[in-house]
């Protein structure tokens, strides 16, 4: 499985922004999809995840009632809907696919996109 992550920017606190993550690979499906997010000089911390039927997620305590994920299988997509921004959300996101539930960790993950720069100005 190959991952591209886009939808990365710059916004103000308050604001919202829509990650896409298109993945390459016909058994996208049987995946669990997550996003990471790696801020300057801290390590990469798990933020959501998504069966691979969509049916349940799981968040970090810190998103909780602000970012959504989501996937369409037939598309082949998984978003990450970002709202409520605050300046603490500023990092690199990255989108991964993993085999196992819930994924809370790096281990959980097998394959890894590019990341995408979000930058949340207060």
């Known amino acids: 499985v190959q991952l591209q992550a886009s939808g990365g920017g710059l916004v103000q606190a308050g604001g919202s922004l829509r990650l896409s993550c298109a993945a390459s690979g016909r058994t996208f499906s049987s995946y669990t999809m997550g996003w990471f997010r790696q801020a300057p000089g801290k390590e990469r911390e798990f933020v959501a995840a998504v069966t691979w039927s969509g049916g349940r997620t799981y968040y970090v305590d810190s998103v909780k009632g602000r970012f959504t994920i989501s996937r369409d299988n037939a598309k082949n997509t998984v978003s990450l809907q970002m709202n409520s921004l605050k300046p603490e959300d500023t990092a690199v996101y990255y989108c991964?696919?993993?085999?196992?539930?819930?994924?809370?960790?790096?281990?959980?993950?097998?394959?890894w996109g590019q990341g995408t720069l979000v930058t949340v100005s207060s």
């Open positions: 991964a696919a993993g085999m196992t539930w819930p994924a809370t960790t790096q281990k959980g993950y097998d394959y």
